[in-house]
């Protein structure tokens, strides 16, 4: 029997994805439940101590730690969002162009200067410095020190 | 400025008695080594002289510094050199009180002599004021007493535990408001080739300061060496210093000291087989410093580590067929070498030819692969930067420093063996980087392959009966009482130089080993400051260094 | 993006339903199970999950790792595995066995839940990205209308799974490979998105079958030959781009700097033993392959290629094979490039570089249409 497309079809796509879902859950603890049975489990401590090159670890990683692509990560949440709205564009693009409809003009136009704009903005990141891995005080002074 | 017209301090040749001159009464003594002119000065004196020596006589090398006790005194000697003109020799002798070993430090006048002083006072027990940073190096920090000194007791138990061996910087860097992290790189990490520790300090990715942990592999090779007979018993060790297949050159400074410390001529045809030798074993040397250079940018055993491998395999069969090993070769004797090129002659020869003949297509498959490859570049041009300068200051020879610009070469500046009648060119680039390091690397494979090429033309039309390969030297070496000399080659990684001092016995007194890369890894905090992480590792692979050599 | 405007434009591209039917129908079809309703549907749809993981799985963590070792040793004049069974190929079952039985070691610092999550999450992430897949002779599990923009959001997960790992195994290396698997993520993300999208302009879609389908179409008619419009034909700069970008993506050579095995040892997943640790190497292998797969479907025709139509799952698996090998080749041969250069490399370059591809893709197609 076939299923009669589109609602039943639709529906069934995502049940499918949510079966991957659990399968793919269930193959990972298939095999942690296989490697509980097997292993051995011997506990001792200092197995257990966090490894840094067999010394023995010194400060945590906690610890106020210097991000140094940060403004890259910002720019990156605008970036991303601005790159969803294009999407629906992108899929109707094709049918507006050759509809005849709207000229290309009125489609290709607003997206134009959308991405201007977007270009502009990361043109201005770049020339502020923001676009690259940040460099630490420490490197900057060094620099600035360099004759 | 008028300076600029004056020739620099170091192009002048200084005499004897200038140097007396310069030095004056400051000088309590006369303590001439073999090698060169030595001076007795007062402990407090040290940097008075020091300075004079550097600034108006031009000599800007401080080559190594042995320190030893004898019956009645401490004695610390600074071996100086000049980077122009090795063979422009002057020691300073500094004897101090057996109850008060106290001198002063040399570091405001060498940076390198930060290393040397921290070692002599690991190993000896001399203090010397107004170091910097008066720790120990290659035993831990728990170690009770001095190794080298007459009243070390062997054996007093040493047992290090693991919370007192707990790292002496951690209160410094638990803080949480702290902005850096302190890391520990090494020693069991893929990238230190060895057993290195480096306390790293970071901000963020960035490099702020590095301290290398050195001594995981000390061996008491100096003790070892002091313990055996001059004739035989002491060739096995070099072997073992710089491991990675550099054995023959690192045998060649033992030899080299000692013949001439008991006056040995070695014969011309010894000379060309142990110029062969030692080039040979300069070529799968620097093979493995490519490689693992590699390894260290590409991040991977990937095929450029395979293919120096591949092609290191072949100089390694060649120098197995010439001494019988693949790795502690113990092929030098004094006086010559053990034995003769391998029969059938003529096929050792071609195999050896054969090689050669190979090897300009294989450096060519290297710089398509590597020097050539853009992100290699990108990688390595202007990352670990070490200029002439700082290099000198650190003591630095060999490779890194022809890479930052600094043309220094014992076999040429300071001949020995067969290299001054022959054609060959000695490699310099500017670059002062990691790229120009892997550059005079690749080129010095070439040189070395040229000079193999003339000795064995040598080697094929030397006359038959005129083969000498040792000279006649006596079973047992007793050198005079209180012969001192200290003599360098230039090993794969740069001076590797030793100092004897014979007391009338069969063994000697004291043998001190400098090691090319201990100071070329001094130099690691200079290139490194600043940088990121991976030039970190980048910087640390292309000083290569060999662990076995660091810590002897 | 909203559901409804997919749907929406969807309407103007045309019908729902592409091609033959999904493999959770035909499952049901040939079982019957169709006819219990929905139990049978799940039913139904989980057999189909069930074999389409499997499949993966046997392609990824079975067969990859061992391909990995024959390919890198060939590339580095070595032989590797050959003595456990023709090829060496019984080594996988010996490595399955020895990994699985090693000691669980759990850092005393570890930040539990995270650190037991993240694995899964690496694993299962990459997993979930193959259902929209079109493999071929019906291997496809769904078709929703938003499969290119489901497989980018699923395949952004396994950073989140990374970073978990980093933070969580309270190890500075592992830290420090967290935090650059973000930053390569958020330097090539956008780069990979906006070249996909390039694609979308021409197919006016993004059903995965219908992508597909638009390939099938004849660039050029060479009378023997006719060459396929595939869209690494048809816009090879957006082809080498999304390549880029997808190598950056999954981690691999020249971009493999969270892991960088020289500088910060294994990077985030440091910490990791036994069936932790081969669940995150699983996870990277799917990634790879899904990587892989994207590339295969979205440029190079997905299952098309000559011969009968059943061949295609062939063809699929060739054309994803030969993307793990091209990333097996740049990890032999190229560099690794430095974590700040990346940033550089992303931003200035290829984000640049996209959108140019994009708007250029976008005025070409105008005019000529």
Known sequence: ???????????????????LAFVGLLIPLGMMAVSYLIRPSVPETSKRATYESGEVPTGGTRIRFNIQYYMVALLFLIFDIETVLLFPWAVVYLDAVESDAVSLAEILGPMLIFVAILLVGLAWAWRSGAVQWARSPFQVEAEADRP | MSTEIEPRPQDVDVTEDELEALIGDRAIGRDDHLNAPGFVINPDDVQDVLFDLRDEAGFDHLSCLTAQQYQDRYESIYHLKKYVDPTQEVSIVVPTTLDQPVSQSAEPVFRTADWHEREAFDLVGIDYEGHPDPRRILLPETWQGHPLSNDYDQTKPQLVTLSEHENPIQPDHVDSESDTMFLNVGPHHPATHGVLHIKAVLDGETVLDVDPDVGYLHRCEEQMCQQGTYRHQIMPYPDRWDYVSS??????????????????????????????????????SHMLALGTFALDVYGDFTAVFQYAFRDREVVQDILEDLTGQRLMFNYFRLGGVAWDLPEPREEFIAQT?????????????????????????????????????VAKEYGCTGPVARGSGVDIDLRRDDPYGYYENLEWDVVTEDGCDNYSRVLVRMQEVEESAKIIEQCLDLLEEWPEDEREVQANVPRTLKPDADTEVYRAVEGAKGELGIYIRSDGTDKPGRFKIRSPCFHNLSALEQMVQGEYIPDLIASLGSLDIVLGEVDR | MSRGETAESLQIAGPLQVGEPLLPERISDITGLGEF?????????????????????????VAGPWAKRKITAAFTDRIAVNRAGPAGLFIIVADAVRLLSKENIIPEDADRPAYDLAPIVVASSAML?????????????????????????????????????????????????????????????????????????????LQMSTIVDAQTQTLLDLGIVSIPAWYALVNPFAFVLFLVANFAEVGRNPFDTPEAPTEIVAGYQTEYSSVYFVLIYLGEFLHIFLGGAIIATIFLGGPAGPGPEQLGIVWFLIKIWGVFMLTQWLRSAVPRVRIDQLIEIG???????????????????GLIA
Do not use: H
């Not at chain 1, 029997?1 to 079966?19: C, D, L």
């Not at chain 3, 139990?39 to 799985?57: D, I, K, Q, R, Y």
């Not at chain 3, 959001?153 to 309270?170: D, R």
């Not at chain 3, 931003?347 to 070409?364: E, H």
């Open chain 1, 1 to 19: 029997m076939r299923f009669e497309p589109p609602n039943v079809t639709e529906m069934n796509e995502w049940i499918a994805v949510g079966m």
């Open chain 2, 247 to 284: 054995g023959l050159l690192n045998e060649w400074a033992y030899a080299r000291t000692a013949e001439d410390l008991a006056d040995i001529e070695v014969p011309e045809y010894a000379q060309v087989i142990r110029t062969m030798g030692a080039e040979l074993c300069r070529i799968a």
């Open chain 2, 353 to 389: 030819r054969d090689f050669l003949d190979e090897l300009p297509a294989k450096v060519d498959e290297y710089n398509d692969l590597i020097t050539s490859n853009e992100i290699f570049q990108i990688r390595c041009v202007d990352t670990g930067i070490l200029e002439p300068e």
């Open chain 3, 37 to 61: 309703g929905v139990a049978g549907e799940l039913t139904a749809a989980f057999l189909a999950a069930f074999l389409v993981g499997n499949l993966m799985l046997a392609m990824t963590g």
């Open chain 3, 129 to 205: 990205g193959f259902a929209v897949i079109p493999m071929g002779s019906g291997v496809q599990l769904a078709d929703p209308e938003v499969g290119l923009v489901f497989v980018f959001a699923v395949a952004g997960i396994a950073s989140l799974g990374l970073v978990m790992a980093g933070y969580a195994s309270a190890n500075k290396y592992s830290m420090l490979g967290g935090l650059r698997a973000v930053a390569q993520n958020v330097a090539y993300e956008i780069p990979l998105v906006v070249t996909g999208m390039s694609v979308v302009i021409f197919a006016g879609s």
């Open chain 3, 347 to 365: 931003w200035k370059g290829l984000l640049v570089l996209s959108f140019a591809n994009l708007v250029l893709t976008a005025v070409i197609v």
